[in-house]
């Protein structure tokens, strides 16, 4: 599962780790686990973490280990019908007026 479309027009690291983060949204994941998810070396990780912190759109727990959760703003409503981007904008009417 992939992070809103509202929250993909960020820095490609930082999408990358909501990706991450929403694909396992209940059990969080370490740094180091989102250092291995994302194809990005630790400075950068660390800046797009930093940023997200700051926006809001993550949270950290640190009781036994540190986790990273994605906000739940972040996370797509799993009942909200998916769009076709290769759909043109008559074909995707078309789907909602049921013709």
Do not use: C, N
């Not at 540190?66 to 996370?75: A, E, L």
Request: net charge negative; glycine share 4%; proline share 6%.
């Amino acid at each position: 599962m992939a992070a809103k479309p509202e929250y993909r027009d960020r820095p490609d690291v930082e999408v990358a780790l909501l990706d991450a983060l929403v694909d396992r949204g209940d059990e969080g994941m370490t740094v180091l686990e989102l250092r291995a998810a994302v194809d990005a070396d630790i400075d950068a990780v660390e800046e797009a973490l930093s940023s997200l912190k700051a926006d809001s759109l993550i949270t950290v727990e640190s009781a036994e280990r540190v986790r990273v959760y994605p906000h739940d703003r972040v996370v797509p409503d799993p009942d909200a019908p998916v769009a076709d981007d290769d759909a043109s904008f008559v074909d995707q009417l078309r789907d909602r007026l049921g013709l």
